[in-house]
């Protein structure tokens, strides 16, 4: 294997590796019986062998870190389940929560929710994006999965939590 692991160090690394994630996932050439596997997947079932196959050889690169496993594997299964369209750089992932009606509730939960937690959550929320057709950056979703730091959450949630609610009162406010 001449390729390095996936690059996580930088938002911008994490773009770049949604991209080729995407691009991979949604070949013509990539299987779709895995891709069905990772999008059958779900947080208290094991790791499909189809994960693996996705990182040592299609993308031919090493493993992410064990700790960070569920989390890769949880876009991986976003990036599966929504198609090969979703990934919109532009857009962020808050303001596609406050355009899909996403609640404050939720987003609140969301947000503050402990690591055992936030998966399911992030799940939940993809489903309703997806199911509304809503396209963001995946980027912004991976760091939200991957961030430990404490400091760097709380930066990230704001960022969220911002552009939640300014697209949230552009559409509860609309001008006269």
């Known amino acids: 294997m001449s390729n390095p692991a996936i690059q996580t160090d930088t938002p911008s690394g994490l773009a770049a590796d949604i991209k080729r994630l995407v691009s991979v996932i949604h070949s013509g050439h990539y299987p779709t019986g895995d891709r069905a596997a990772l999008r059958r997947w779900a947080p208290d079932l094991p790791i499909p062998l189809a994960f693996y196959r ?6 031919d690169c090493e493993l992410p870190p064990e700790k960070q496993i569920h989390a890769w594997m949880a876009l991986v299964w976003g990036l599966a389940t929504y198609g090969e369209d979703c990934h919109n750089p532009k857009r962020p ?11 404050e509730g939720r987003l609140e939960r969301l947000l503050s929710a402990p690591e055992d937690v936030r998966i399911g959550l ?29 400091d760097k959450r709380e930066r990230l ?17 609309p001008k006269e």
């Open 122 to 150: 992030f799940m939940s929320a993809v489903r309703l994006l997806a199911a509304k057709g809503e396209h963001f950056n995946w980027g912004e979703a991976a760091e939200f999965l991957l961030t430990e730091h404490a």
């Open 54 to 59: 996705l990182w040592l050889q299609h993308l």
């Open 157 to 173: 949630n704001r960022r969220i939590a911002t552009a939640y609610y300014r697209h949230r009162l552009k559409d509860a406010n």
């Open 93 to 103: 992932w808050g303001q596609a929560l406050a355009e899909s009606d996403f609640s």
